[in-house]
């Protein structure tokens, strides 16, 4: 679970994070958005219905949780994040390679 600081809510800071740096990965979307806000760094998540029943929209999303809560900490100050989810892709892959794309895909984001 991410910590109730760090996480994206209202629909503006969606569409803030959504207009920052887009980087695909074969299992998801990253965007990140940069401010220079002293703010702490915020995620949020997108998983549509297209990516399948209740049951595998919620384990994409506690996998892509998983994978951003160790990393949100390295973010500067003022960051927002959005993970979204590729349908059938994303319900397919195991965590630890979901985690890999997601370090090499931020990894990306950041230069």
């Given at each position: 679970?991410?910590?109730?600081?760090?996480?994206?809510?209202?629909?503006?800071?969606?569409?803030?994070?959504?207009?920052?740096?887009?980087?695909?990965?074969?299992?998801?979307?990253?965007?990140?958005?940069?401010?220079?806000?002293?703010?702490?760094?915020?995620?949020?998540?997108?998983?549509?219905?297209?990516?399948?029943?209740?049951?595998?929209?919620?384990?994409v999303?506690?996998?892509?949780?998983?994978?951003?809560?160790?990393?949100?900490?390295?973010?500067?100050?003022?960051?927002?994040?959005?993970?979204?989810?590729?349908?059938q892709?994303?319900?397919?892959?195991?965590?630890?390679?979901?985690?890999?794309?997601?370090?090499?895909?931020?990894?990306?984001?950041?230069?």
């Open positions: 679970m991410l910590p109730v600081a760090n996480r994206l809510r209202k629909k503006s800071d969606f569409a803030i994070a959504l207009s920052g740096r887009k980087i695909n990965s074969k299992s998801f979307q990253l965007f990140l958005h940069r401010s220079s806000e002293n703010a702490p760094p915020k995620a949020g998540l997108i998983v549509a219905k297209s990516v399948g029943n209740s049951v595998v929209r919620h384990r999303a506690r996998k892509l949780r998983h994978a951003i809560s160790p990393i949100l900490p390295l973010l500067p100050n003022g960051s927002l994040l959005v993970a979204r989810a590729f349908p892709s994303a319900a397919d892959i195991s965590s630890t390679q979901l985690r890999d794309e997601f370090e090499v895909a931020l990894k990306k984001a950041l230069v």
